[in-house]
């Protein structure tokens, strides 16, 4: 089986640097660089217009973005070393609601995640802690694991953990339900693991680059994929085959992300050093 994608919208230049991340809710797209605005797009419509940016959010510019499921929460790493969370008000526009301050150097917190409802803020360092914060608590520290000094590349929550892990690895995602754990980096493949018992279940391979970024989609069927050479592939997680293969740049690909479903067709957006976001709709489907 094979699937066919569309590009059905570029944002060309969104951003004056190269696009690190991208992050979305039921309704928008928030997307973060090299400079010092997070930009969010609305979604819901043809043309994802800009409904918001966030201006002077993270002074050096901001390398990580998360949302909560619940699409209620966000938050955001900066170059500098600061965490701010972010709150979306009724009418859909964000605002700051608190900071993480817990002496953080230029560096120090690197990927991060968001538990479910956003209650929970987990982060890795360059000298391989994971550290979690209590949004709800003004953002107290309320733990702090050490993972052999390595640097924390990439992070996701789940309620439960594998016992393993391709190595070196620069990005890692839990299917909806937490039963698999897809792990990938610069052995151009990717990993599935059952998070169970922590075995190797599949490895899907055809990336010939380093592989920078991977999300699920809604139902886990398909897992997304980014990779240094430019090229965004789509995965059967039932035929542990590539479904889909979209080369729209050959710059990075520094952030991949499933977008909520249309009707039938499935989308995702694309980002990275061409500066641009791209949008993709599955070309069948009412």
């Known amino acids: 089986m094979s699937k066919q994608y569309l590009t059905t919208y570029t944002i060309d230049h969104a951003h004056p640097t190269d696009i690190f991340s991208l992050s979305a809710t039921a309704s928008q797209i928030l997307s973060s660089s090299g400079s010092s605005s997070i930009q969010v797009h609305s979604t819901n419509q043809s043309d994802f217009p800009l409904f918001q940016t966030l201006d ?17 929460v966000a938050a955001s790493v900066g170059f500098g070393g600061e965490v701010k969370i972010w709150a979306a008000g009724d009418d859909g526009r964000w ?33 391989g802690r994971i550290n979690i914060w209590d949004n709800l608590a003004n953002g107290a520290k309320i733990r702090e694991f050490e993972t052999k000094g390595s640097f924390g590349m990439s992070i996701d929550l789940a309620c439960r953990y594998p016992n393993g892990l391709v190595n070196p690895v620069r990005a890692v995602a839990f299917s909806p339900k937490g039963t698999l754990l ?27 680059a380093w592989i920078f970024s991977l999300d699920w989609s809604d139902t886990g069927e398909f897992l997304l994929s980014g990779a240094f050479d430019g090229k965004v592939k789509v995965w059967s997680i039932e035929q542990r085959t590539c479904v889909a293969t979209h080369t729209e740049t050959e710059k990075t690909i520094w952030s991949v992300k499933w977008l909520p479903k249309t009707g039938k067709n499935e989308g995702f957006a694309a980002a990275g050093a061409n500066r641009s976001i791209s949008f993709y709709r599955e070309a069948t489907g009412g």
């Not at 002077?56 to 209620?72: E, I, V």
């Open 182 to 208: 897809a792990a990938a980096g610069d052995s151009r493949v990717i990993a599935l693991y059952d998070v169970s018992s922590g075995d190797q279940v599949a490895t899907l391979t055809g990336h010939g």
């Open 56 to 72: 002077n959010a993270h002074k050096l510019g901001c390398h990580h973005t998360a949302t909560s499921r619940d699409g209620h």
């Open 95 to 127: 605002a700051e609601r608190n900071r993480i301050v817990d002496g953080n150097k230029a560096g120090e917190i690197w990927s991060m995640a968001l538990s479910e409802d956003g209650h929970y803020l987990a982060a890795t360092s360059f000298d």
